[in-house]
C-alpha cells in the first residue's frame, strides 16, 4: 500500500522501519529540527534520521492546517496514513484524505490512559498491565475504534524507559499485521471504545519530578520508575564536604525494603549505611542515581563519592525553603 508515515520520537521507528520493509512509504512526516544539547544546534527528530536513512522523503510542516498543506499531502495519494506519537494533531480533513484512512498506535490499552504520557501515567498509577492499541483515528482525542491490542504486564522493576522500548517493539508489529490484514482485505475489524473506563494521562510537568518520601514507599518506588529516565525523579541531598549546600540528585532505579522499615522512623530518614530511606509507610532503598552533571551509578559507586550519613533526613517538598523551592524550578542538566 501507498503509506504516509507520521511520528516523530524514538517510539515511533520501530514501526516506520517495519512500514518501510512491508508497503511504499511515499512520505514521511515529523516534527521540525529543534534546538538541543549544550551547543543548542538543530537536530532533527529520530524519525526524521531514521526515515532520511531509509532513503525517503522527509517533510515537517508547522501545521497540517493550512489549504496548501493539506493539498500537497492529498497529491501524495495515499492508501492510508499511519500515525506513532506524531505530535501534531490532523485537522478532519486531513483524516479525509487517505482511502482506507487513518491509524494511529496509541501506547495504552484503550480507552485507560488517552493523551500524552500514557507509558509514565501507567507506572505511577500502579497499573499492572500495559499495552499498545491500533486504533482508527477520529476528531477526538484517542477516542476512535480499536482495531487490536497487545497487553505487556507491569511489575514493581518495570521503569518507563523499559515498558517504552517494549511497547514501542511490539506496537510494531501490531500495525504491520493490521495494514497487512487492511492490505489484504480492504477493511480492518474495529471496535468502539467502552464509555467507561476513560482516563486521561497529561503531560508530565517538572514539578512532579520531586521526590515526596511522605507516600508509601510502593507509590513512591511507582512515581520513580514512571519517571526513569526521563525527566528523572529527584531529591535533595546535603554536599559531605559542606551540608550547608544541597545538590538534585536523580533516582532511577530502586527497590522496596520492607524488612529495613522501622515504625520510628520519620519519612525522608535515611535509616542504614546502604541508603535505605523510610517512606510515609515502608522504605525504599535506591539502585541507580544520577547527580546533575554526571552519568548514572549505582548506589555503591554513588556512596563511594558521596557518603550519605543514616539518621539524615531528607526534605520533603512540603517543607522545603523558597530558595529550593525556586532551584527545583531551574532547568536541570543531566
Known amino acids: 500500500m501507498r503509506i504516509v508515515f507520521m511520528g516523530s520520537p524514538d517510539f515511533a521507528v520501530p514501526t516506520l522501519k517495519r512500514l ?3 508497503h511504499e512509504i511515499v512520505a514521511v512526516y515529523t516534527q521540525p529540527p529543534r534546538p538541543a544539547g549544550r551547543g543548542k544546534k538543530e537536530r532533527p527528530t529520530p524519525v526524521a534520521r531514521t526515515a532520511r536513512g531509509l532513503g525517503l522523503p522527509v517533510r515537517w510542516p508547522a501545521s497540517l492546517r493550512g489549504a496548501e498543506e493539506r493539498a500537497a499531502l492529498a497529491a501524495l495519494a495515499p492508501d492510508v496514513i499511519v500515525v ?3 505530535g501534531l494533531i490532523l485537522p478532519r480533513a486531513v483524516l479525509e484524505i487517505p482511502r482506507h484512512g487513518c491509524f494511529n498506535l496509541h501506547a495504552s490499552l484503550l480507552p485507560r490512559w488517552r493523551g500524552a504520557a500514557p507509558i509514565q501515567r501507567a507506572i505511577m498509577a500502579g497499573d499492572e498491565v500495559s499495552g499498545v492499541c491500533v ?3 477520529d476528531a477526538g482525542l484517542d477516542s476512535g475504534e480499536v482495531c487490536g491490542c497487545v497487553e505487556v504486564p507491569i511489575d514493581d522493576a518495570t521503569t518507563a524507559g523499559a515498558l517504552h522500548d517494549t511497547l514501542a517493539e511490539r506496537g510494531a508489529a501490531l500495525m504491520a499485521a493490521a495494514m497487512a490484514e487492511l492490505e489484504r482485505t480492504g477493511t480492518l475489524d474495529c471496535l468502539p471504545q467502552p464509555g467507561v473506563g476513560v482516563t486521561y494521562a497529561e503531560k508530565i510537568d517538572k514539578a512532579e519530578a520531586r521526590i515526596d518520601f511522605s ?3 510502593r507509590a513512591v518506588l511507582r512515581h520513580v520508575h514512571g519517571l526513569s529516565p526521563h525527566p528523572g525523579a529527584w531529591m535533595w541531598l546535603a554536599r559531605p564536604e559542606d551540608p550547608a549546600k544541597r545538590v538534585r540528585v536523580r533516582v532511577l532505579k530502586a527497590e522496596l525494603a520492607p524488612e529495613a522499615a522501622r515504625s520510628d ?5 535515611i535509616m542504614d549505611e546502604d541508603f535505605t530511606i523510610a517512606c510515609g509507610e515502608g522504605a525504599i532503598r535506591p539502585i541507580l542515581l544520577q547527580r546533575e552533571g554526571k552519568a548514572p551509578v549505582s548506589r555503591e559507586a554513588f556512596l563511594r563519592g558521596f557518603p550519605v550519613k543514616p539518621g539524615t533526613r531528607l526534605p520533603l517538598p512540603d517543607d522545603s525553603s523558597d530558595e ?3 532551584a527545583s524550578r531551574c ?4
Not at 522512623?265 to 530518614?269: D, L
Not at 532547568?331 to 543531566?334: F, G, L, M, S
Request: charged share 40%; net charge positive.
Open 265 to 269: 522512623a520519620v519519612a525522608g530518614e
Open 215 to 217: 507516600r508509601p514507599a
Open 324 to 326: 529550593e523551592k525556586a
Open 20 to 22: 518501510a520493509r512491508e
Open 84 to 86: 506513532v506519537a506524531y
Open 331 to 334: 532547568r536541570d542538566t543531566p
Open 135 to 137: 486504533m482508527r483515528m
